[in-house]
């Protein structure tokens, strides 16, 4: 059974940074691309970030291209989001998700999501 546990959510202050985790079971890790979303009140849910099994290749959304990176650390299992000069519009639930490929995230194909983290952005 897979299960992607994410952690490290919270309130912050506009220009600050938060690093959320997302920590992977129940499948080989390496064999799979993972991705993090978003999704606030009244908006649908969105991409923010993908990487790809080797770690290699990166894809990131426009509002958070140069703030953002996402890695992962095979060893553990884990997928991570680095999240530098947070805005209030960066204000929601962040999910983790694992899919084949990184065109897969992009594409929100996604065969298993976290339960999600809050992240909260005050101006």
């Known amino acids: 059974q897979v299960q992607l546990v994410e952690s490290g959510g919270g309130l912050v202050q506009a220009g600050g940074s938060l690093r959320l985790s997302c920590a992977a079971s129940?499948?080989?890790?390496?064999?799979?691309?993972m991705g993090w979303f978003r999704q606030s009140p009244g908006k649908e849910r969105e991409v923010v970030a993908a990487?790809?099994?080797?770690?290699?290749?990166?894809r990131y959304a426009d509002s958070v291209k140069g703030r953002f990176t996402i890695s992962r650390d095979d060893g553990k299992k884990t997928v991570y989001l680095q999240m530098n000069s947070l805005r209030p519009e960066d204000t929601a639930v962040y999910y983790c998700?694992?899919?084949?490929?990184?065109?897969?995230?992009?594409?929100?194909?996604?065969?298993?999501w976290g339960q999600g983290t809050q992240v909260t952005v005050s101006s």
């Open positions: 998700a694992q899919t084949t490929t990184v065109a897969g995230v992009l594409r929100s194909q996604i065969d298993y």
């Open positions: 129940g499948r080989t890790f390496t064999s799979y691309a």
């Open positions: 990487i790809d099994r080797s770690g290699f290749i990166t």
